[in-house]
C-alpha cells in the first residue's frame, strides 16, 4: 500500500478506513491533504477486496477546514487561475461509497469534505459549521449547496451567515447525518456499517449510490426513470440471479461481481 503523510489508510477486512492525520492543524485540508485523498480513494475505487471506505478524523476534528494557512496569501488570479478546489470533484467522483465518521469539528471544508461522503455518522461530539463569512469568504468546496440540500434554506443561510454551529443532536434532526453513536464506538460502528455494505453485491451498490445521488441533479420524473433503468439493468447481472435465489432456497448469496 502506498506511503502518505498526511492520511492513514488501513484495511479491516472488506472496508477501507481513512484517517486524516494531520493532527497538528486540526487536519486543516491541505494541497497534500487532497492529493494523497485522491491517490487513496482511486488505489480503493480499483481494489476488488475493497467494497466501502470510512472517512474519518481525530478525536477533537474531523477536520478544521481548509487550511488557512495555505490560502492567506493567495489571490484572486491564484485561486481562480488555477480553480483551486477543483480537485475536490474527483473526490465525489468516487464510484464505490465513502461513510464519513465525523468525532469533534467538521467545520468548513471539513463540513464540506464530510458531506462530500455518501452518508455521515457523528459522534456525540461532532460539531458542523461553515464559518468561512467570519474570514471574509465563503464556503468553497459545495458546502452551500450541499448544506441547503442537506438541510434545507433556513439552517444552511443562518449557518452560512453566522458561521453558527450545529451539534450531533441538531445535525440529527436536521437530516445532515444519518445517526449518532457515543465517540468511543464511532470507528467501530463505521467499519462495521461500511463491512455490511462490502458484503453487499458489488454492482447493486454501485447502483444503489448512483440512484441516490440522481435524486440531487435530477427533476423526479427523470430521476423516477433512471432509477428504473438501473434496475431493469441489474437484471442482466448473474448476482440478481443469486441473491433471488438465495432467497428462495433459504441460505445466504455468493457475490460474483458480475
Ligand atoms: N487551517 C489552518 N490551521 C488550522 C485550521 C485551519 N482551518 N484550524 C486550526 N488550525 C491550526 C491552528 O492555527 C493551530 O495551529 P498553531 O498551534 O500552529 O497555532 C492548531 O490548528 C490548533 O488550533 P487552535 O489552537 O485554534 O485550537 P482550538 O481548540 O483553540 O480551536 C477551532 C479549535 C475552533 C476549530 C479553531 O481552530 C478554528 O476556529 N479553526 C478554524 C475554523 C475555520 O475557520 N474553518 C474554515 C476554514 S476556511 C474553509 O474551509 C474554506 C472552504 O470553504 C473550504
Known sequence: ????????????????????????????????????????????????????????????????????????????????????????????????????AVAGYALGGGCEVAMMCDFILAA?????????????????????????????????MEMCLTGRMMDAAEAERAGLVSRIVPADDLIDEAVKTAQTIAGMAPLAVLANKEMVNAAFEMSLSHGVQFERRLFHGLFGTEDQSEGMAAFVEKRAGVWSGR
Open 124 to 156: 456525540d461530539t461532532a460539531k458542523f459549521g461553515q464559518p468561512e463569512v467570519k474570514l471574509a469568504v465563503s464556503p468553497g468546496m459545495g458546502g452551500s449547496q450541499r448544506l441547503a440540500h442537506a438541510v434545507g434554506k433556513a439552517k444552511a
Open 1 to 100: 500500500m502506498a506511503e502518505y503523510e498526511t492520511i492513514l489508510v488501513e484495511q479491516r477486512g472488506a472496508a477501507t478506513l481513512v484517517t486524516l492525520n494531520r493532527p497538528q492543524a486540526l487536519n486543516a485540508l491541505n494541497g497534500q491533504v487532497l492529493d494523497e485523498l485522491l491517490h487513496a480513494m482511486a488505489a480503493f475505487d480499483k481494489d476488488a477486496s475493497q467494497g466501502c471506505a470510512v472517512l474519518t478524523g481525530s478525536a477533537k476534528a474531523f477536520a478544521a477546514g481548509a487550511d488557512i494557512k495555505e490560502m492567506q496569501a493567495q489571490g484572486f488570479a491564484d485561486m481562480y487561475g488555477h480553480d483551486f478546489f477543483a480537485g475536490w470533484d474527483r473526490f465525489t467522483r468516487t464510484r464505490k461509497p465513502i461513510i464519513a
